[in-house]
C-alpha cells in the first residue's frame, strides 16, 4: 500500500490541483474538492500507519482502502471532470493498488467497477448538464477507450506485480 501512497496519492494531488489551477471552478467546487482530497489523505494515512496494528484485518483493510479510494475518484471526477477532462486517470489508482496484492480476477473485477463508476458518472453528468439529454456518440467512445484502458493497465499492473513475486521466489 506504500507503493500507493508514494506514487499514486501525490499523482492524484497533482492532477487535482492542475484541475483547480487552470480551469477555476466554483469556490463551491474548489473547497468541496479539497475537502475530499484531505479526508481520503488522512483515512489513507491512518489506515496505512494502523494496518499493522489490525494485523488480522490488514487484507479487509487493504480492500476498504481500495474501495474507499475508489469512491473518492467517483466524487472528485464528478466534481472536476466538467473542468479538466483528465480527471478519469483517477479511476486507473483503485485497480492499480489491488493489482499489488489482490488476485488477478479481483484486479479484473474492480478495473471493470471502476470502469463502471466512470462510465455512469459520465452517463449523469451528460443528463444534467449535455445538450440534447444524454451522451454522444463521441463521448460514448472516450468513456469505452478509458474504461478499456483502465481494465488493460490494471491487469498489466496485476502481471507485473506476480512476475515480481516470481523472480524474488526464485532467487531463494
Partial sequence: MHILNYYFTPFAVILILFAIFFSEPEKQVTYLSFGVLAAAFFANWWLGRNTYKFLRWSRHIRALTVWMNMAVSGALFYLLSPYWSPMWLLFLTAPAAS?????????????????????ALYYVRSLAYGEGGGMGAQLWGMAVTQAVFIIFFSMFTAAMAEMVVKVRDSMR
Fill in 99 to 119: 493489482a499489488m496484492y489482490m488476485k488477478k480476477w479481483q484486479v479484473f473485477l474492480t478495473a471493470l467497477f471502476s470502469s463502471g463508476i466512470m462510465i
